[in-house]
């Protein structure tokens, strides 16, 4: 039994159980898990277990926590094959970009997932759910790893980890991935989708860029949106960027007290990220009127990024102590299949 696969336990629904004082879920430790599904030890593979010391809700994740998953798998990445990390629903999508950004030069699979359903309970999602997982982390095609990248397993569907999105907070398929092909299918059989999968062929060695900058926010636009609520957001003290949510194909407001707001900031080095609120589609920046003047005035464009993927690649960047127009040329730049532009192909 030569091959290996490490499973890391952060926390999260899978492993939950009910307080006996409070009646509220909380995590209990992952040996009870394993009880749970016997079915692991039908593997042809060795599956060792690593547990944080602190295991936490995913509502509670935090750039320390991504760097303690990161630090794992560096330290375990030549004798496992692959990678499983189980992690709550709510903040998997943000952790799996984050993750996808820090580790440079990952060749294995690192395969979230989770559950809606607490493990113990009889209809769980979370059996199958880790089960599946663990097949697709040791999976291999002519002696190499099939998915070497870091993705989402949930339901019947592999996605691209920086390409997800949570979409339903009871249904078993709770993630989408609007903007980019599922990377496998599974059923009675695993449907894997090469051409759509990320694959690299040079020799260098793995290692994680663990250092994240969370002066950052988020302001989704909305109709009759008060310019003081604008000007308080892009004022907060110590603030770097800021990820616009704007409507369409990366529309907003023309008014010129919220276009003076935005130059204001833009000119006082606050990196502004326009990203879209649909679901799906992109920012096309000067298509329309609405977007012109904010492409005119230097807020960067986010294509066909999530919001998820664009608040980490942001926190990322700023991590390395880049030049501000280097972070700005960066966002646009496609790391790690996370973001599409015409001149980009995977």
Request: charged share 20%; hydrophobic share 40%.
């Given at each position: 039994?030569?091959?290996?696969?490490?499973?890391?336990?952060?926390?999260?629904?899978?492993?939950?159980?009910?307080?006996?004082?409070?009646?509220?879920?909380?995590?209990?430790?992952?040996?009870?898990?394993?009880?749970?599904?016997?079915?692991?030890?039908?593997?042809?593979?060795?599956?060792?277990?690593?547990?944080?010391?602190?295991?936490?809700?995913?509502?509670?994740?935090?750039p320390e926590v991504w760097a303690s998953i990161c630090d794992i798998i560096i330290k375990n990445y030549d004798k496992h094959n692959g990678f499983v990390v189980l992690h709550g629903t709510d903040t998997?999508?943000?952790?799996?970009?984050?993750?996808?950004?820090?580790?440079?030069?990952?060749?294995k699979p690192v395969i979230f997932t989770g559950s809606q359903l607490p493990i113990g309970m009889i209809r769980t999602d979370g059996k199958e759910n880790l089960i599946t997982a663990l097949e697709i982390a040791a999976a291999e095609r002519d002696g190499f790893p099939i998915v070497p990248e870091v993705c989402i397993l949930f339901g019947s569907k592999l996605y691209r980890g920086n390409r997800t999105t949570k979409i339903n907070s009871e249904r078993f398929d709770a993630f989408k991935?609007?903007?980019?092909?599922?990377?496998?299918?599974?059923?009675?059989?695993?449907?894997?989708?090469y051409d759509a999968i990320n694959y690299s062929y040079d020799n260098k060695t793995i290692s994680a860029s663990t250092k994240f900058c969370t002066d950052i926010a988020?302001?989704?636009?909305?109709?009759?949106?008060?310019?003081?609520?604008?000007?308080?957001i892009l004022n907060i003290p110590f603030l770097k960027g800021?990820?616009?949510?704007?409507?369409?194909?990366?529309?907003?407001?023309?008014?010129?007290?919220?276009?003076?707001?935005?130059?204001?900031?833009n000119d006082r080095g606050i990196v502004i990220f326009?990203?879209?609120?649909?679901?799906?589609?992109?920012?096309?920046?000067?298509?329309?009127?609405?977007?012109?003047e904010m492409l005119n005035i230097g807020v960067v464009s986010g294509y066909d990024i999530t919001t998820e993927a664009a608040v980490t690649k942001m926190m990322y960047l700023f991590g390395q102590g880049l030049a501000i127009s280097d972070i700005k040329s960066l966002l646009n730049?496609?790391?790690?299949?996370?973001?599409?532009?015409?001149?980009?192909?995977?």
């Open positions: 039994m030569d091959k290996s696969i490490l499973i890391i336990y952060t926390g999260g629904t899978i492993g939950m159980i009910n307080d006996s004082k409070t009646g509220a879920l909380c995590p209990f430790d992952f040996d009870r898990i394993a009880k749970e599904v016997p079915e692991i030890n039908e593997f042809d593979f060795k599956i060792d277990t690593i547990t944080l010391p602190k295991l936490i809700d995913s509502s509670d994740q935090n998997m999508s943000y952790s799996a970009s984050a993750l996808s950004f820090m580790l440079n030069d990952l060749k991935s609007y903007n980019y092909p599922v990377l496998a299918e599974i059923g009675i059989h695993i449907h894997y989708n988020i302001l989704k636009l909305f109709p009759g949106i008060n310019t003081n609520v604008v000007d308080a800021v990820v616009l949510e704007t409507f369409g194909s990366g529309n907003a407001p023309t008014s010129l007290d919220f276009l003076d707001k935005i130059k204001k900031a326009n990203v879209t609120q649909c679901q799906g589609g992109s920012v096309e920046m000067g298509r329309y009127e609405t977007s012109r730049f496609n790391f790690r299949g996370e973001i599409a532009k015409k001149h980009i192909g995977f």
